[in-house]
């Protein structure tokens, strides 16, 4: 066998330098393609809602800055059970409804965050708003979620504004069948249901216990409202919140953003059931806003309800406590929030009560009002005295006064003691 020459040997590595050089630059213009192909995919799943018209000319100023190099951030959150051009929508007879409003607030110095539920059997006073195609809605006392029924979004948008005088800066609707698809992307979030459901009405049934929820067990458990809480509506907010808490701490603690192939999957899932703004309706946009969040961090993000008293002509519907204003000055002017109202959150840093994750806060309702029932519903009873009250985590001695006020809090709002 002839010994190469060092001319030959010098030859043969630049062959073999130049063809990984080639197999190189072929595999990064294969990612390159790959990766713009699929930001295209994920920005063409994102549905935009045309603000230009039908908020009308007398919105509330937005708050400027006063220390901080950027605004405070206001975002008009809405679960709908169903999206236009898809079938198979979940609500049976109430097809069009948004059943999840949440106002979320990100802070100017971006430190905290809050996301205050707004419920949807609160009666108030409506404005006139336009639909999409120039009629206008007559305004009127009457129920909050009617907001969206007669006129949509951005008719839900405007009653809020003119509600509480925060100005919206964007909105988001999540359609519950693209819900499903997110959390399966997740592979599945952790839940505890106290007690088997066998809800016929709205054909829901849920396995008693802890463990990860699937899609269609997670949309399952925010949406029930007949068999786990004894006052309604109410508790399935609360459920909704405790939900909330357990998908984002399970999303950043296995590192979806920065998992390359979970990322996709979920983004796909979710840019697919969003409706957005004009000013949010890119991936750069999306992302944006979710590292903001990551970067104010779980234990400062929480979640409350606007506080409530029962509506006296039916208890099956609810009123604003005068509380609620107080509330909304503290967003409008950018503002912590007050003592007795931070006693009443439950935070993304904390997971499903009884999950094996971790408790959840339930803590006291800032009116000591009774809740409503489920309003609407035929099977829903109001229950006096079934008020969120001090929590404490599940390992405290029920011994305890305020630890077995927490546990009967948490049975009421249909989660885990």
């Not at 043969?12 to 072929?26: E, F, H, N």
């Not at 216990?209 to 809480?229: E, F, M, T, W």
Request: glycine letters at 10%.
């Amino acid at each position: 066998m002839t010994t190469p020459t060092p001319a030959e040997t010098r030859a043969r590595r630049r062959r073999v330098i130049k063809t990984v050089a080639l197999v190189l630059a072929g595999v990064l213009v294969v990612v390159a393609v790959g990766g713009f192909l699929a930001y295209r995919h994920l920005e063409n799943n994102i549905t935009t809602i045309d603000t230009h018209r039908g908020l009308g000319t007398d919105r509330p100023e937005p708050v400027e800055p006063v220390e901080a190099d950027r605004p405070p951030l206001n975002l008009l959150l809405l679960g709908s059970d169903t999206r236009e051009g898809q079938t198979g929508h979940i609500g049976g007879e109430t097809p069009g409804l948004s059943d999840t409003t949440i106002l979320l607030h990100l802070s100017a110095d971006r430190e905290t965050a809050y996301g205050v539920s707004i419920p949807r059997d609160s009666m108030v006073e409506r404005p006139d708003c336009l639909t999409d195609d120039g009629e206008t809605v007559p305004g009127g006392f009457g129920m909050f979620n009617a907001a969206y029924a007669l006129g949509g979004p951005l008719c839900t948008q405007r009653t809020v504004e003119q509600l509480t005088g925060i100005r919206i800066d964007h909105v988001v609707v999540v359609d519950f069948n693209g819900f499903r698809a997110m959390v399966d992307a997740l592979g599945g979030v952790p839940i505890c249901v106290p007690e088997e459901v066998d809800d016929d009405i709205g054909h829901i049934h849920l396995p008693a216990g802890s463990y990860d929820a699937d899609g269609n067990q997670a949309l399952d458990y925010v949406r029930v409202r007949h068999d786990l809480s004894e006052n309604g509506d109410i508790g399935r907010m609360r459920r909704q919140q405790a939900f909330l808490a357990s998908m984002a701490h399970k999303a950043i603690s296995l590192g979806t953003l920065t998992n390359p192939v979970k990322l996709y999957k979920f983004l796909d899932a979710a840019t697919k059931s969003l409706s957005t703004d004009e000013g949010l309706n890119s991936l750069k946009e999306l992302i944006g806003l979710a590292r903001q969040l990551r970067d104010i961090g779980l234990e400062n993000i929480q979640f409350l309800t606007v506080p409530f008293e029962p509506y006296p002509p039916d208890h099956n519907r609810l009123v604003w406590a005068p509380e609620a204003k107080k509330l909304w000055r503290r967003i409008e002017h950018d503002k912590p929030l007050p003592d007795k109202l931070e006693k009443t959150v439950i935070t993304a840093a904390d997971t499903v009560p009884g999950s094996k994750n971790g408790p959840a806060t339930d803590r006291p309702s800032p009116t000591g009002a009774a809740s409503p029932g489920d309003a609407g519903s035929e099977s829903a009873s109001p229950t006096p005295g079934a008020s969120e009250s001090p929590s404490a985590p599940s390992t405290t001695s029920t011994t305890d006064p305020d630890a077995e006020a927490a546990a009967a809090a948490r049975r009421a709002n249909g989660l885990c003691a």
